[in-house]
């Protein structure tokens, strides 16, 4: 049958003619499409994306057993984790019935079936199925960020996010200072993608992770024959990013020898190989990150001030998650719904003193450690909720739901209207004025908040 899209998805997984006949009367107000075996239920879910499936155990070529039932159940879930299947189950088969909701199954009804008592489950499996799809595109509409990759609800780093829009475009180069796995290499590669280079190459050498004799020749490339086991010539990074963007990663562990040549290709925009005589015109947009306090090793004297003003003709800080507004949160999510597919944990939720331990958490990896953490919580999770345990987090010492809208208005205007108070120094006439409402609203305000 033609399936409408507006109505709400069932298939009936039922090798028995006669059951599927009434199961598909008993839903009339559903798109109800039917499979009487494993693959033809497999090409329903594929073609249909049903939100519930009812599905029979006793499944051909195994119609007394269970054993082709479960190893379908498994299969859909695989396909489909988010989908809700009843499993169908006569009175003799309870014990598999409780294998496959430790599989995943929504639920399970017994045979004969009650018509009502199944619509009731089937309905209230379509209710969850929806309230998590609402709750997946609020968290989505939630990820302020317009950069690919970067995700985050905190008001902050939603002007970074802007302010990287708004310079991607120029070849102005640009330093992303920062705690290790903040994410400046996704930002690197935003203004990348979002330059007019992004037709060509992106170019990435970490200074920290490469020996100091060996990066001279990763940056600038060397003539055949220019030292020993030298058998062929060899393009550097730089040279290889030609017409793109060079992006080089923590700067900060630069060695001083090398920032002298590295200044004068900044400032000259050539290279020379090494062991080669020829300058090489290289047109490429800089960007730089590091973790390191630049300026305290200009101090220090292991950083050329020259060179960091040659790299950071505009910088930007991008905040640790501790100081990132419900970002914690918003990646645990994030990376919970990520790896609960890759794993195949169909319901898998944070119970509150999860929550409440990422909240509190300081996250001192950020980013990275965020997303170790989720991963090991999703794998080592007995049931269907992870908690601070599964977590490796210590609980949090003021647990509890976040303010409401109201308190934290509330709040606000207790602090206000006790700020104006104090600056003139009591005079009602005075604070109604420096806060731009009359007397009265004044009076209402301060007794609603308790001022005497």
């Known amino acids: ?53 009812t599905m029979d155990l006793g499944l051909p070529p195994d119609p007394d057993g269970a054993t082709e039932g479960l190893a379908t159940l498994q299969q859909i879930l695989a396909m489909a984790p988010d989908t809700k299947v009843i499993v169908l189950t006569g009175n003799q088969n309870h014990e598999n019935a409780l294998k496959a909701i430790d599989m995943g199954a929504y639920d399970f009804h017994q045979k004969p079936l009650d018509a009502s ?45 802007q302010q990287i829009e708004r310079i991607a475009s120029s070849d102005v180069a640009v330093a992303l200072l920062g705690e290790s796995g903040t994410g400046k290499e996704v930002l690197a590669k935003a203004l990348h993608q979002l330059s007019d280079r992004n037709d060509k190459r992106m170019i990435a050498v970490n200074c920290a992770a490469i020996p100091e004799p060996l990066l001279e020749t990763e940056l600038f490339g060397y003539e055949k024959g220019a030292f020993t086991g030298a058998a062929k010539q060899t393009p550097g990074k730089i040279e290889t990013a030609q017409g793109g963007t060079f992006f080089l990663d923590e700067v900060g562990d630069l060695p001083l020898s090398l920032q002298a040549k590295l200044l004068r290709f900044l400032q000259e925009r050539v290279i020379e190989r090494i062991g080669g005589r ?57 990376f919970k719904n990520q790896f609960r597919a890759r794993e195949k944990r169909q319901t898998l939720n944070f119970s509150q003193d999860a929550l409440d331990a990422i909240s509190s958490h300081r996250w001192p990896g950020n980013v990275r450690e ?83």
Request: charged residues 25%; hydrophobic residues 40%.
């Open 117 to 161: 008592v199944l619509n009731l489950i089937v309905n209230r499996a379509f209710y969850l199925h929806r309230l998590q799809r609402e709750n997946y595109k609020l968290q989505q509409s939630g990820l302020i960020s317009s950069i690919p990759g970067f995700i985050t609800g905190d008001p902050g780093m939603a002007k970074i996010c």
């Open 278 to 334: 020829e300058e090489i015109p290289v047109d490429v947009r800089i960007v730089s990150a590091t973790h390191q306090d630049l300026k305290k090793m200009i101090d220090a004297g292991t950083f050329r001030e020259d060179l960091f003003y040659r790299l950071c003709e505009i910088s930007i800080h991008i905040p640790p998650i501790r100081e990132r507004v419900g970002d914690a949160v918003l990646l645990a999510h994030h």
């Open 1 to 53: 049958m033609k399936v409408n899209e507006t109505q709400k998805k069932l298939l009936v997984v039922e090798d028995d003619p006669g059951l599927q006949k009434q199961l598909r009367w008993s839903f009339d107000d559903c798109s109800v499409a039917v499979a009487s075996d494993r693959e033809s239920a497999l090409a329903q879910i594929r073609r249909h994306e049903p939100a519930v499936v």
């Open 370 to 452: 965020i997303e170790n953490c989720i991963k090991r919580a999703v794998i080592m999770a007995e049931g269907s909720q992870i908690t601070a345990l599964d977590l490796g987090l210590k609980p949090a010492d003021n647990p509890g739901q976040p303010a409401t809208l109201r308190e934290v208005r509330d709040q606000a205007e207790r602090e206000v209207i006790a700020k104006a108070l104090a600056r003139v120094d009591g005079n009602i006439a005075k604070a109604a004025e420096l806060l731009g409402i009359t007397r009265p609203t004044l009076y209402d305000l301060m007794n609603r908040h308790g001022f005497k």
